[in-house]
C-alpha cells in the first residue's frame, strides 16, 4: 500500500507535469525554466501588488496570496529531486493513523512530533501520503506564514504599508525553487507557529491594559509547541515568551496574564510528558530527541564563531538568501537615520507617536538574535535553516517602514516621496533580488 500511494501521486501530478513540460518546451533558449516561469508570474505579482496597494478587502488579498502560491508551486509538485528529509517524514507519518504515539511507532529524529503529525493529516481523511500531499501541505504552510506576517503589519502599519511591507517575504516565496523549499521541510510548521505567535503578540500589544486571557494563553500554547515542531526553534520560542511578559505585566489583570500565558507554554510540554509517562517513553524521548539533537549540534566540533560564519554565509551568499538580505539591509539603513532623527534631543521616546516604533525595534531586535541562533546553532550550512529568518525579517522590515513613514509624515513630505519610495523598495527587496537569484532549471 506505502509503495502504491508513493508511486501514483494523482491527478495534480499529472497537472503538475504537464505545465512542467509546457514550461520546458516554450521556454526561449536564452533563460532558465525557472526565469521563464518568474516571468510569466510577474503579472499576477503585480495585480497582487495593485490590489496591496489599494487597501483591499481581507479575504480578496488572501485569496489572490494563496492562489498565487498554488500556481508558482504547481510545476513543481512533480520536480524529480526528493529531499531525504521529505521521503523520511512521508514514511514516518504513514504509521500515524495506525498509531499516533511518538517514539513507540515511529521516531522522528532530529524534528518533532508535530511536523509528522501535520503530514498525517490526509490519511485522517482516507488520502494517500505522497509527495504532492506533502508539498501542498507545504504551500498552505506558506500561506499561514505570509497570511500571519500581513495580519500583524495591520497592528502597526496602514492597510496600504502592510501590503507593500509583505512583498519582499511574498516574492522570496513566490519566485524561489530550490528544492530545499519547494519540499515541506522541518522547518515549516515551526515559522508557521512563530508567525502566528507574533501575531497574537501584535493584538496584545494593541489592546494595551485589556486582557483577553485566551489571547494571551494561546500564544504560550503556540510558543510552547514550538519546541516539539523543531527543538533548533527554542531560542524562538524563548525570544516570543520573553516579549510576551511584559506586555502581560502592564496588563490590568497583571496576574491573570502571567498566569494564561505560563498555563498555555507549559500546556503542550506538558500533553506529551503525559503521553510519554503513560506508555514508558519519557527515557525514549529523551535519549531520541534531545540528546541526539544536543549531539547533532556538537558533532561538527565548531567554535560559536565558526557555526556563526557558516550561519551568516547562509544569510548573505547571493545564491541562497543573500539577495534579499542585502535588500532588506539596505531598506533597514535607510530606516536608522529617521529613527535618530525622530528620537534625537527627546527623552519622550514613549510619546503616542513614538511607542509604535520604539516597541516594533525592540521586537524584531530580539526575533532577529533568535532566528540567527536557530540558524546558527547546528553548524552546518544547509539552506532550508534561513527559514527561520523569514518571521525576524518580516516584522524588521514592518518596523523600518514604521520609522520611515513616521518621519515623512511628521515631516509633511510623504506624499511628495511615496510614490518614488514605493518604487526604489520594490526594486531593492522584490525585483534585483529575484533577477541577481539562480534558479533551478526545472523539468531537465
Known amino acids: 500500500m506505502v509503495d502504491n500511494w508513493v508511486a501514483h501521486p494523482g491527478a495534480i501530478f499529472e497537472a503538475s507535469r504537464a ?28 495585480l497582487i501588488l495593485l490590489v496591496a496597494l489599494r487597501a483591499p478587502r481581507r479575504p480578496l488579498f488572501l485569496a489572490l496570496l494563496l492562489a498565487a502560491m498554488l500556481l508558482s508551486r504547481l510545476p513543481l509538485l512533480c520536480y524529480e529531486y526528493f529531499n531525504p528529509d521529505e521521503a523520511w517524514i512521508l514514511s514516518v507519518a504513514m504509521r500515524v493513523p495506525t ?18 503529525y501535520v503530514q498525517s493529516i490526509p490519511a485522517w481523511f482516507g488520502l494517500p501520503l ?26 502597526f502599519l496602514s492597510e496600504r504599508l502592510a501590503g507593500l511591507a509583505l512583498m519582499p517575504a511574498f516574492c522570496f516565496y513566490l519566485f524561489d525553487w530550490d528544492c530545499n523549499f519547494v519540499h515541506c521541510s522541518t522547518e515549516h510548521v515551526a515559522v508557521f507557529l512563530s ?5 497574537l503578540l501584535a493584538r496584545d500589544l494593541e489592546a494595551g491594559a485589556s486582557i483577553s486571557l485566551f489571547r494571551t494563553g494561546a500564544l504560550g500554547v503556540l510558543a510552547g509547541s514550538l519546541v516539539f515542531a523543531k527543538l533548533q526553534a527554542a531560542p524562538v520560542a524563548a525570544a516570543l515568551l520573553l516579549l510576551a511578559i511584559p506586555i502581560a505585566w502592564r496588563k490590568l489583570r497583571r496576574a491573570a496574564a502571567l ?18 509517562l503513560r506508555f514508558g517513553l519519557v527515557h525514549d524521548f529523551w535519549d531520541l530527541y534531545i540528546k541526539s539533537n544536543v549531539a547533532y549540534t556538537q558533532a561538527t566540533a565548531l567554535s560559536p564563531y565558526g557555526k556563526m560564519g557558516i550561519a551568516f554565509e547562509l544569510l548573505f551568499g547571493i545564491n541562497i538568501m543573500g539577495a534579499y538580505v542585502w535588500g532588506l539591509l539596505a531598506v533597514f539603513l535607510f530606516a536608522l537615520p ?49 527559514l527561520f529568518m523569514v518571521v525576524p525579517l518580516g516584522v524588521s522590515t514592518a518596523c523600518a517602514l514604521l520609522w520611515i513613514h513616521t518621519f515623512f509624515s511628521r515631516a509633511r513630505t510623504w506624499k ?8 526604489c523598495f520594490l526594486c531593492v527587496t522584490c525585483i534585483i533580488p529575484t533577477v541577481t537569484r539562480d534558479h533551478i532549471e526545472i523539468g531537465r
Open 19 to 46: 505545465l512542467n513540460l509546457w514550461i520546458t518546451t516554450h521556454c526561449p533558449p536564452f533563460l532558465y525554466a525557472g526565469q521563464f516561469w518568474a516571468l510569466c508570474l510577474t503579472p499576477l505579482f503585480l
Open 99 to 116: 498509531d499516533p504515539v511518538p517514539y513507540r511507532s515511529f521516531e522522528p529524529t532530529t524534528t518533532g512530533p508535530l511536523n509528522i
Open 130 to 155: 505522497t509527495y504532492v500531499s506533502s508539498r501542498l501541505i507545504g504551500i498552505f504552510l506558506v500561506f499561514g506564514t505570509l497570511a500571519f506576517l500581513w495580519l500583524t503589519y495591520r497592528r
Open 195 to 199: 508567525a502566528a505567535a507574533v501575531y
Open 259 to 276: 498566569t494564561a500565558l505560563a498555563v498555555g507554554a507549559v500546556s503542550v510540554p506538558a500533553a506529551f510528558l503525559t503521553l510519554f
Open 338 to 386: 529617521a529613527a535618530v532623527v525622530l528620537c534625537h534631543g527627546r527623552r519622550d521616546s514613549s510619546a503616542p507617536h513614538l511607542r509604535g516604533p520604539v516597541c516594533l525595534t525592540v521586537a524584531s531586535a530580539v526575533l532577529l538574535a533568535a532566528g540567527f541562533t536557530s540558524v546558527a546553532t547546528p553548524g552546518r550550512p544547509f539552506l532550508h535553516y534561513v
Open 416 to 423: 511628495y516621496g511615496a510614490a518614488p519610495g514605493v518604487v
